[in-house]
């Protein structure tokens, strides 16, 4: 296992490069934020999506005249691209990258930088081709604890314009209506306001991106999931955003905090 430590006053991040190159804890004064080591690597951390986010109807998509196929690793869908399970390198402090391998038709590769100040957490994740131009899309899925150490449990303040319609499968269709009442396992976009999550008697937390889209699911008792993505679940079939050779996909992340 091999595991990064980066730390910066009150505030201790460590990234596990063998899964995902993602968040394995990230720890303000003496609270973990994050749900921690699983079995499945669906359900922990904070890991990158790439080169696609969510799920992907049937394993596949329609580009350049024929259908790619990916890996199913969601029933007969496939979810969260195939980078998430995979090692990662460290090339540089606080930076990691990717190749993508045969679960990807395309030759391209994944890179990510992890910046922490003792009140902010600074993330950004790329998408290059090495080869021909494909669709992509990226963003990331942090699981949050409801409960920490000490405080009372999460509160979410999140308001959109828009969430994306999906079908009985939760993927989405391309169709966007206004937002329906949670609890969500679902996506939005025209956010008004940048998401919040709050600790009571523990601590105050902001996100924001670069990126259009969210992802919240908060389903379930002991964590919720608040995710900047770059497109829509789906994306590489209803709203693929196209990367060409000498070009990337880029997005960023901010996790900024206030303790009480």
């Not at 899964?19 to 973990?32: D, K, M, P, T, Y």
């Not at 109807?57 to 029933?75: H, L, T």
């Not at 969430?163 to 989405?172: A, R």
């Not at 497109?231 to 901010?254: C, D, H, K, W």
Request: overall charge negative; some cysteine.
């Amino acid at each position: 296992m091999a595991l990064v430590k980066i730390q910066k006053g009150p505030a201790t991040v460590i990234v596990d490069t063998d899964n995902g190159a993602r968040l394995a804890s990230l720890e303000i004064n003496g609270l973990n934020l994050l749900v921690e080591r699983e079995d499945n690597p669906l359900s922990w951390g904070c890991f990158p999506m790439a080169p696609w986010v969510g799920r992907l109807r049937n394993s596949s998509f329609w580009y350049s005249g024929k259908v790619r196929r990916v890996r199913n690793n969601f029933g007969r869908h496939s979810i969260h691209g195939t980078t998430f399970d995979k090692p990662w390198q460290e090339v540089g402090p606080g930076k990691f990258s990717v190749v993508f391998d045969d679960d990807w038709p395309f030759a391209g590769s994944a890179h990510q930088t992890v910046s922490l100040k003792a009140d902010e957490l600074v993330m950004t994740l790329e998408v290059r081709s090495d080869g021909e131009e494909f669709p992509a899309s990226i963003g990331w899925h942090p699981w949050f604890n409801r409960q920490l150490e000490r405080g009372a449990p999460a509160e979410l303040s999140f308001t959109a314009g828009s969430q994306y319609l999906c079908d009985g499968e939760l993927i989405p269709t391309g169709v966007l209506v206004p937002p329906l009442d949670g609890p969500w396992d679902d996506s939005f976009t025209d956010v008004h306001k940048e998401p919040v999550i709050h600790w009571p008697g523990a601590m105050r937390m902001e996100l924001s991106s670069t990126v259009s889209d969210w992802t919240v699911y908060n389903l379930l008792d002991h964590a919720l999931c608040v995710e900047p993505i770059s497109g829509p679940p789906n994306a590489l079939n209803i709203a693929p955003v196209i990367v060409a050779p000498g070009q990337s996909l880029f997005a960023e992340m901010r996790l900024k905090w206030t303790l009480e």
